[in-house]
């Protein structure tokens, strides 16, 4: 008994990472957009450095990233040869509309998705659409403030309602924004947020998340409105925090920081404001703007699955350590957890969490849970005749497919599908390298733009695909 029948293998993108052409096909600039590599990016993307348009003398690695907006066809034939039967993409807000605000979509945004769509179709593979993977087209930003503005539920409607009556019968499952939790750790990427001199930063931080919960429950409501075939789901940025030691301080550290992760999805997942995230609002003098429509509208539409990205765990001390060094990996804080080994990036890799991090979730929630990333960043050394062995990439692969193999056959637990982050190689969100790739397919390019964009396929190209083929028995 391994992986039920029907269950959704591929891999997963988003616009601003992979598609390039910024300011082809009437797209207008968004937040991704004007995010440099380097040393600035940091601070652009946590919202202190205000750059809301391109600089002199930094490289925007989202302006062309892998082209893939040009070569879509060639990608998702790779990823048919591979055997996927998902691909998770996402739209990128400014191609349908180019300042958020207007009064109309714009049509050749909506054809070239459509056409990206009908390819995948073609080829038998269901797409999985986050409606905003980090991005917020710059208008919003400059005019409104981004997501701490309550006009942003409204203009996020009008985009949901777009695309739900447009590809109503070609897409099934969609995702309302990615990674959710990122707006307390990545706010300019989040929620389009640049603070302030001085400003209360953790209370803008929770009212744009309010907005955004609140407009995720209309989207919720209206796709299901335009089709109730559809699934929408939550995606959060997992990983379960341990506490770094078994002292009880340690432990109630961890869980307060559990808690401030799942926060969004008890919101998304349950329809209300969880008890402790309401102390603790209450406590700090922060209001979201609660309105009685908003809890009404939260109530009544709750997810039909829950996804998530699981990269590694985190851990928690409720006092400095000594010794114990910080950081967790991804954009989380923690204390490095000594008994797992860590990525050339410093991220912890935990298989064994992930089932724990799944059953955390399915304990919680008691919903289909849908695996939407999971993946290594590795450097890849092509051999002298461009072939590329990386078993270091395959041998992760296999021990979390394995993980999450015990948490399905194990535990009993209902999941719909994985999909890894990166199938082909593209921009990294957190440092705007090439060189931290993910994928099955290489791209010839680098950190500063340079390389041909030729796609290869590596060692694990030709695994994955046998993993499908064998719905996870070969592993
Ligand atoms: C997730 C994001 O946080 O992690 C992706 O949803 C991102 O956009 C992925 O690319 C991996 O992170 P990174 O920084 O290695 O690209």
Redesign the pocket.
């Known amino acids: 008994m391994g992986f039920p029948n029907g269950f959704l293998w591929g891999g997963a993108t ?1 616009a601003n ?1 992979c598609e390039g052409a910024y300011n082809e096909g009437g797209r207008g600039l968004a937040n991704v957009d004007v995010i440099p590599h380097g040393e600035a990016r940091w601070a652009v993307m946590v919202g202190e450095r205000k750059m809301l348009d391109f600089e002199d003398g930094y490289y925007y690695p989202a302006q062309q990233a892998i082209d893939m907006y040009h070569h879509y066809k060639e990608d998702i034939a790779l990823f048919a040869e591979m055997g996927f039967k998902t691909y998770r993409l996402s739209i990128g807000w400014s191609r349908i509309f180019p300042n958020g605000d207007d009064a109309e979509p714009n049509e050749e945004g909506l054809a070239f998705y459509e056409d990206l769509f009908r390819e995948c179709k073609k080829h038998g593979i269901e797409p999985l659409v986050t409606i905003t ?2 991005d917020c087209p710059i208008h919003l930003i400059k005019e409104y403030g981004g997501w701490r503005n309550r006009r942003l539920i409204d203009f996020y409607k009008n985009l949901v309602t777009v695309l739900f009556t447009r590809y109503k019968g070609l897409v099934r499952y969609w995702l309302t924004f ?2 959710i939790n ?1 707006i307390l750790h990545l706010p300019f990427m989040g929620a389009g947020l640049v603070f302030e001199e001085g400003e209360d930063r953790e209370a803008v931080e929770y009212l744009a998340a309010h907005n955004e919960l609140v407009a995720s429950a209309w989207a919720t409501k209206i796709a299901h409105e335009i089709d109730p075939d559809m699934m929408v789901g939550c995606m959060l ?1 997992a990983g379960t925090c341990y506490p770094y030691s078994c002292k009880p301080a340690d432990v109630r550290r961890a869980q307060e920081s559990n808690q401030q992760n799942y926060f969004f999805v008890d919101v998304q997942s349950r329809g209300y404001y969880p008890a402790y995230a309401k102390k603790f609002l209450e406590r700090r003098g922060i209001d979201v703007g609660m309105t009685a429509e908003d809890e009404k509208i939260l109530a009544e539409n709750t997810v039909d699955f829950i996804s998530f ?1 699981y ?1 590694n765990t985190r851990c928690a001390a409720a006092e400095p350590q000594e010794g114990a060094e910080t950081g967790a990996g ?1 954009a989380f804080e923690g204390v490095v957890n000594p008994y797992i080994e860590k990525s050339e ?1 410093g991220w912890g890799i935990d298989p064994l969490g992930f089932r724990i991090t799944i059953n955390d979730l399915y304990d919680r929630y008691q919903k289909p849970l849908f695996v939407v ?1 999971n993946g290594l ?1 590795a450097k890849d050394e092509p051999n002298a005749d461009g072939s590329i062995d990386d078993d270091y990439r395959i041998d992760f692969l296999r021990r979390h497919i394995e993980a999450m193999r015990d948490a399905i056959t194990e535990d009993g637990v209902e999941m719909l599908g994985y999909t890894t ?2 199938p082909i190689d593209l921009v ?4 705007g390298e090439m060189s ?1 790739r993910y994928g099955f397919i290489y791209v010839d390019r680098d950190d500063a733009g340079n390389g041909t964009l030729e796609r290869r396929r590596k060692k694990s190209f030709g695994w994955y695909k046998k993993v499908i083929a064998t719905n996870g028995e070969d592993l």
């Open positions: 988003a990472q993977h980090f990615n990674e990122m940025a990205s990269y991804n990036w990333e960043g982050w990166g990294s969100a957190s440092t931290k």
